[in-house]
């Protein structure tokens, strides 16, 4: 990608000199408004969950990490659509054609025997360090998305390293994995109503093992939907790169 | 200024040079990681406002909501920079281009 990387040559002097002033001025008044916030959340009602997660609240959530009670049981409606974001990033990728760029599949660490040597560590350290990560999420800052997030660099180092190629993506395990989020987040609001729950209300004693459960497969899907995303775009970006030197 | 003062602050202006950066620079990689810079900036100020004093630094449990807004939004910031990429570089193998084209009328559009 050779275009002229410094600034755009059509914006005259004049004009980039007012976007800057009025993007100073923009950024005052930004600093001021955000200076103004209130340190304590404004109560909207009575009822402090609206803005505070209260302890007591936090108790019932089946979670001790409030961060966690938030993500999973006070706004799980957020991280299902989060979920479903995922899915609809792979979707959009996949229609945008990237995945059918042949990807230079020789990057030279094929025979790096250093790297595949380390890859035998580091790889099985990974997943013990996500199943941690996930477990600690329910009293501790962690959970799916970081312990994800960990799986995910592992299967990139896997693909770097050329242990993993484009076969996964017709792999039915890795199709279930990618859906796994939404599909058992979906499943579970669908199932606590059938014992007379509203939709993502978990009925009481129940809710650790659900949230539990949605973030496994949370996990699972984070971890695989990254490794797609940077394998889909990274390919390209780097054989762009190399027609250009050429 | 308290600590905290200065993240809120930091963060506007992360923000800041997000906006401008994405509003000046024609490269659409650019674009993208200026997209990035201008999140990072709000995710920065959610942060440091989720903290109850702020005239202090005394540990205090934070306001969980706005943590976990930023965790969302980290995963969905993630997800649409690797669409934006994904479409700028099918956009580069099918135009040759790595800037978009300016919208004027009368003008010829370049491009296949």
Redesign the interface.
């Known amino acids: 990608m050779n275009a002229n990387p410094s600034a755009n040559p059509r914006l005259g002097g004049a004009t980039r000199t007012l976007l800057l002033v009025l993007m100073l001025g923009l950024l005052y008044l930004l600093a001021v408004v955000v200076l103004m916030i209130p340190e304590r959340p404004l109560y909207l009602a009575d009822d402090s969950r609206l803005s505070v997660v209260d302890e007591r609240v936090i108790a019932e959530s089946g979670v001790g990490n409030p961060v966690t009670a938030v993500l999973l049981n006070f706004r799980a409606y957020d991280t299902l659509l989060e979920l479903a974001v995922l899915v609809l990033a792979v979707i959009g990728v996949q229609a945008a054609g990237a995945v059918v760029v042949p990807r230079n599949s020789k990057n030279g660490w094929q025979d790096n025997r250093l790297l595949q040597a380390a890859l035998a560590i580091i790889v099985p350290v990974s997943i013990v360090v996500a199943g941690d990560l996930l477990w600690m999420g329910a009293d501790h800052p962690g959970g799916a998305f970081q312990a994800g997030a960990v799986l995910s660099g592992a299967g990139i180092m896997l693909i770097l390293a050329g242990r993993l190629n484009h076969s996964f993506l017709n792999d039915w395990r890795y199709r279930v994995a990618n859906i796994a989020g939404v599909a058992v987040f979906v499943m579970v609001g669908l199932l606590v109503m059938t014992v007379g729950e509203k939709f993502l209300e978990y009925p009481g004693g129940y809710a650790k093992a659900l949230i539990l459960a949605i973030e496994t497969a949370a996990m699972g899907s984070v971890a695989v939907v990254f490794v797609f995303l940077f394998d889909a775009v990274a390919g390209p970006l780097a054989s762009a790169r190399q027609e250009d030197r050429q | 200024m308290t600590p905290l ?1 200065f993240y ?2 930091c ?3 992360l ?2 040079m997000g ?2 950066a994405f ?5 659409l ?2 674009k993208v990681l200026a997209l990035n810079v201008l999140g990072a900036g709000v995710f920065m ?1 959610l942060i440091a ?1 989720a903290h ?4 202090s630094l005394q540990p205090a ?1 934070p ?3 706005p ?3 930023v ?2 939004g ?3 910031a ?3 920079t ?2 934006a ?3 700028t ?2 956009y ?2 099918v135009t040759g ?3 978009l084209p ?1 919208d004027s009328p009368g003008s010829e559009r370049p491009g296949p």
Not at chain 2, 23 to 27: E, G, N, S
């Open positions: 003062t809120l602050l963060g506007v202006g923000f800041g906006l401008f509003l000046t620079v024609a490269h990689l650019r100020v406002v109850p004093d702020r005239s449990s306001d969980p909501i943590h976990a807004l965790l969302t980290i995963v969905v993630v997800s649409a690797a669409l990429l994904a479409l570089c099918q580069y193998a281009r790595t800037d300016e």
